[in-house]
């Protein structure tokens, strides 16, 4: 996995271990940078490549059609000054077909439902784009596609979200099976 966590906060240290770069809060010993011009902001960044759900750990195909083995996907997710932005690119997936995806609150796994419900800022709220994360997008003629959300919230340190999972269009009955998922270690 690549994840990549920038917190330029006062205090905050950097540990990097197998590939990953980890925030560590700062301790009463670590001394202060002389200034720092970007106080909050947290970025994660997550690039990985579908496997079959038996055999994955980060990114899961359930649909072979829709999410291929082999299909890639990148999460950008920005946090900074009470807001959020997060950024989908998915490539090889079905050409010239219709997507949604939502954040949700729990890693991946085999199972497509592991990853638990939507995500919701306000967890009472409703479900909607404005308390949820929301995708939508169309494949070019290649699979690939990017869809970007936008929120004046960031995530709750006591409930931070674990994927992005990229569903299947509506059933009759509106529910949207889960074709691939893709663990994101969001940070608030």
Same mark, same amino acid.
């Given at each position: 996995?690549?994840?990549?966590?920038?917190?330029?906060?006062?205090? /905050?240290?950097?540990?990097? @271990?197998?590939?990953?770069? !980890?925030?560590?809060? &700062?301790?009463? =010993?670590? $001394?202060?940078?002389? +200034?720092?011009?970007?106080?909050?902001?947290?970025?994660?960044?997550?690039?990985?490549?579908?496997?079959?759900? /038996?055999?994955?750990?980060? @990114?899961?195909?359930?649909? !072979?059609?829709?999410? &291929?083995?082999? =299909?890639? $996907?990148?999460?950008? +997710?920005?946090?900074?000054?009470?807001?959020?932005?997060?950024?989908?690119?998915?490539?090889?997936?079905?050409?010239?077909?219709?997507?949604? @995806?939502?954040?949700?609150?729990?890693?991946?796994?085999?199972?497509?439902?592991?990853?638990?419900?939507?995500?919701?800022?306000?967890?009472?709220?409703?479900?909607?784009?404005?308390?949820?994360?929301?995708?939508?997008?169309?494949?070019?003629?290649?699979?690939?596609?990017?869809?970007?959300?936008?929120?004046?919230?960031?995530?709750?340190?006591?409930?931070?979200?674990?994927?992005?999972?990229?569903?299947?269009?509506?059933?009759?009955?509106?529910?949207?099976?889960?074709?691939?998922?893709?663990?994101?270690?969001?940070?608030?």
């Amino acid at each position: 996995m690549k994840v990549r966590h920038l917190v330029p906060a006062a205090g /905050a240290a950097l540990a990097v @271990a197998a590939g990953t770069v !980890a925030v560590l809060p &700062p301790t009463a =010993s670590m $001394a202060a940078p002389a +200034s720092s011009t970007r106080g909050d902001r947290v970025e994660v960044r997550v690039w990985e490549t579908f496997l079959p759900a /038996a055999k994955a750990t980060r @990114a899961f195909s359930y649909d !072979a059609k829709r999410v &291929p083995a082999g =299909s890639r $996907a990148s999460v950008r +997710s920005l946090s900074a000054a009470g807001r959020s932005r997060v950024t989908l690119r998915v490539h090889g997936l079905e050409p010239g077909s219709a997507y949604n @995806a939502h954040v949700h609150v729990k890693p991946c796994a085999a199972d497509p439902a592991a990853s638990g419900a939507h995500y919701k800022n306000d967890p009472k709220g409703p479900e909607n784009p404005q308390n949820e994360i929301w995708f939508s997008f169309r494949t070019d003629g290649e699979g690939d596609a990017t869809a970007t959300a936008w929120h004046p919230w960031t995530f709750a340190n006591d409930r931070k979200p674990g994927s992005v999972v990229i569903h299947n269009p509506a059933l009759p009955d509106g529910t949207q099976p889960r074709a691939g998922c893709l663990s994101v270690p969001f940070a608030p």
